[in-house]
């Protein structure tokens, strides 16, 4: 996939996952604070509106720097921080990628990932975002083509959505919930699995 072509995929994928917004914004009250609905639609069409600007001769790490700029300065809350530090990560695995395949989406992930447990000082089984990437890192890693890669990291992402329902909180505003976060499902993690699902989805 060349830059316009993933320009394009990025806003379609994101477009579909602001239909999401309210599901976020449910699971997030139940566990925190809630704005994680907006944290997503405001990210989301931010980046959608900074990629229409973005000029054509750009290469595939600079179109994810220029999303991870958006997505920060959309909305100022730590899961904004978090997943823009992580695309910006991830951006930097690209240095000589002029073709995103299955290989270069399986190292932006796992670094995205990498940076998200270093900077949130949070590590797998802490119930976040991060326990929906590292397994879709894998699966990307794993897979003979772009395609079943996707495939395979949204059965990863669900099948550790529903593994947060018997975990207990460690991170952020959810864990002062303690042990009455189990049973809940995560709601970073949801979004990670959204994401993934909404981007087969739109350009299917
Ligand atoms: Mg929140």
Do not use: C
């Amino acid at each position: 996939m060349h830059s316009a072509e993933l320009v394009g995929a990025i806003q379609r994928g994101l477009s579909e996952l602001v239909t999401h917004a309210d599901e976020l914004r449910d699971l997030d009250q139940a566990l925190g604070d809630g704005d994680l609905g907006i944290t997503v639609s405001l990210g989301a069409n931010a980046v959608i509106e900074a990629l229409d600007a973005i000029p054509a001769e750009s290469t595939p790490a600079e179109i994810a720097r220029a999303a991870a700029k958006a997505f920060a300065n959309a909305n100022p809350s730590t899961m904004a921080a978090l997943v823009a530090g992580g695309l910006l990560a991830g951006s930097k695995s690209w240095a000589d990628v002029e073709d995103v395949d299955v290989s270069a989406v399986a190292r932006f992930v796992q670094a995205a990932g990498d940076n998200i447990a270093q900077r949130g000082k949070t590590q797998l089984g802490d119930k976040t975002i991060l326990d929906a990437i590292m397994p879709a890192a894998d699966a990307f890693a794993a897979a003979p083509d772009g395609t079943a890669g996707l495939a395979s990291a949204i059965d990863a992402a669900e099948k550790a959505v529903v593994e947060t329902r018997d975990l207990q909180s460690r991170r952020g505003r959810a864990s002062w919930l303690q042990e009455r976060s189990i049973g809940l499902q995560d709601p970073g993690a949801t979004a990670m699995w959204r994401f993934l699902q909404s981007w087969q989805k739109a350009n299917a």
